[in-house]
């Protein structure tokens, strides 16, 4: 139960702070800028690496609790109750930044200003369509996987695992923030979809399937390196 919390907690604070950003710099608060959004995503998973990962892993992710357990680190329950855990982090860390928008008088609604949700084609920043979205965000997620699998397969890794994935995440922000909103995340996705309904609710499909196939195939890929290939 302690791991399945932190997971919840994890995620909750990740979408609160990764999505908050993206709140106020659309809010015009602030001047983030992509920089300081990818910052803010980064930054908080490194927080919550050193806060829970000796205690669930600190997967915050569907994508990676999917990854972990087709490269036989997680069993099938427990991916399935992380990722309910995550999905349900996700919802409440949007819910609070919906309640702090409606606390402010400066920001707007969540309606005008959005909740750091994802999109492709009008949705993008770049006008990016459907198949760019699939294609990046399955890359991305892909790269970040492989990455995560590297880090904790060694010891001498191990330790530093929470700032390079952290600054992993940065990177991947970085590019992916002005073509997806930068997902690489289903629950990250899903929970501001929920809330605002319309358009984002009807693309979010993009941001849980890209990156549960990009985690499946690093998943894949890494078995295949380290001969361990499973069926």
Same mark, same amino acid.
């Given at each position: 139960m302690r791991r399945y919390m932190s997971e919840m907690i994890g995620t909750f604070v990740f979408v609160l702070f990764g999505c908050g950003s993206i709140v106020l710099q659309g809010g015009n608060l602030v001047n983030l800028g992509n920089l300081g959004i990818a910052i803010a995503f980064g930054f908080s998973f490194i927080a919550m690496a050193y806060a829970?990962?000796?205690?669930?892993?600190?997967?915050?992710?569907?994508?990676?609790? &999917?990854?972990?357990?087709?490269?036989?680190?997680?069993? &099938?329950?427990?991916?399935?109750?992380?990722? =309910?855990?995550?999905?349900?982090?996700?919802?409440?860390?949007?819910?609070?930044?919906?309640?702090?928008?409606? #606390?402010?008088?400066?920001?707007?609604?969540?309606?005008?200003?959005?909740?750091?949700q994802n999109g492709y084609g009008t949705a993008s920043m770049v006008g990016l369509g459907l198949l760019g979205a699939l294609i990046v965000e399955f890359i991305f997620t892909f790269v970040y996987v492989i990455a995560l699998l590297g880090?904790?397969?060694?010891?001498?890794?191990?330790? #530093?695992?929470?700032?390079? &994935?952290?600054?992993? &995440?940065?990177? =991947?922000?970085?590019?992916?923030?002005? #073509?997806?909103?930068?997902?690489?995340?289903?629950?990250?996705? #899903?929970?501001?979809?929920?809330?605002?309904?319309?358009?984002?609710?009807?693309q979010v499909w993009v941001f849980i399937i890209a990156p549960f196939a990009g985690a499946a195939g690093a998943a894949v890929f890494w078995n295949f390196m380290t001969k361990e290939l499973t069926i």
């Open positions: 829970i990962g000796n205690i669930s892993g600190c997967h915050i992710n569907p994508a990676v609790s &999917l990854a972990m357990y087709m490269t036989r680190n997680l069993s &099938l329950r427990d991916f399935f109750i992380y990722s =309910i855990c995550q999905f349900i982090g996700g919802i409440l860390g949007t819910g609070v930044l919906i309640s702090i928008i409606n #606390l402010s008088i400066n920001i707007g609604t969540a309606a005008e200003i959005g909740l750091g880090v904790l397969s060694y010891d001498r890794t191990n330790h #530093l695992g929470g700032i390079i &994935l952290g600054l992993t &995440l940065v990177a =991947i922000y970085i590019l992916a923030i002005p #073509l997806t909103g930068g997902s690489i995340n289903p629950a990250r996705s #899903l929970a501001p979809a929920v809330y605002l309904g319309g358009t984002a609710l009807r």
